[in-house]
């Protein structure tokens, strides 16, 4: 199970850490991924990283702004998000796919597990 946190009101040009704590059997690990949804727009891919935090992925509108970590020792994965753009306000989930621990996806699809969602809003 996961469960993301850290979301809250930001001014424009600001930052923010979310987190995302997995919670129950790991197994051989699992790529972690977060994703957003705006009102009224689907669900858009942000960022990804492989259970060794050897590899790591962005969607094209948040890289270079947002940083993809983990701690697997406790089982947690941050978003960094810097310089915010009112664009960024979403709610953001975080997402395990448990059949891969070291190759990432960008399609919603791939990912088995989910957690309830934190909204980021970012004021202009």
């Known amino acids: 199970q996961l469960q993301a946190s850290g979301g809250g009101l930001v001014p424009a040009g600001g930052s923010l850490r979310l987190s995302c704590a997995a919670s129950?059997?790991?197994?051989?690990?699992?790529?972690t991924a977060w994703f957003r949804r705006a009102l009224g727009k689907g669900l858009e891919f942000v960022a990804a990283i492989t259970w060794s935090g050897g590899k790591t992925d962005y969607g094209a509108s948040v890289k270079g702004r947002f940083t993809v970590s983990r701690d697997n020792g406790k089982n947690m994965v941050y978003l960094q998000m810097s310089s915010l753009k009112p664009e960024d306000t979403a709610v953001y989930h975080c997402?395990?796919?448990?059949?891969?621990?070291?190759?990432?996806?960008?399609?919603?699809?791939?990912?088995?597990?989910w957690g309830q969602g934190t909204l980021v809003t970012v004021s202009s």
């Open positions: 129950g059997r790991t197994g051989s690990g699992f790529v």
């Open positions: 997402a395990a796919d448990v059949s891969y621990s070291e190759r990432i996806f960008r399609n919603a699809e791939s990912y088995d597990s």
